[in-house]
């Protein structure tokens, strides 16, 4: 595993860049981008729960689905999706299936239920994506949380409306 960089770090922030976007556009704010193994931003998500209330429609959900049509599986297995938020098990079940080889977030599913509360928009399972992974038959390397601070602000007010 290679850790924390400062290019994670700047990825990270990039798909917080993402996820107050999401917010701008009346999403919740989450977002995501995958990067590929030569630094290139190869796909970047916001959250798309608005305007069909569609509550499968995650930054990295949507990520995996457009990863899957439009990237080779070599390109996949080196690529890295960087996330606002931890995946949660859904999302990190597309990721996998996608055959993205590595995940990097900022804000823990713990945390981010400690945030959300029970708001009925996002009953966050509190399940860490690194279990869901385990699980399987390939490994996805995870880091995270990072930034996490950083990462908690974008749902400032968010949740309480």
Known sequence: ?????????????????????????GNHPFG??????????????E????????????????????????LGHEVLATATLYSSAEPCAMCAGAIYWAGIGRVVY?????????????????????????EVFASGQRPTEVVGPLLEDEAEALHEGVWTK
């Open 1 to 25: 595993m290679d850790g924390v960089s400062k290019r994670d770090e700047q990825f990270l922030r990039l798909s917080f860049a993402v996820a107050q976007r999401s917010l701008t556009h």
């Open 32 to 45: 995501c981008i995958v990067v590929g193994a030569d630094g290139k931003v190869l796909i970047e998500t």
């Open 47 to 70: 959250n798309g729960y608005m305007p069909d209330h569609d509550g499968t429609a995650h930054a990295e959900r949507l990520a995996a689905t457009q990863a899957c049509r439009t």
């Open 106 to 130: 900022g804000l823990s599913e713990h945390r981010l239920r400690s945030v959300t509360g029970n708001h009925p928009d996002n009953p966050t399972l509190d399940l860490p994506c690194r």
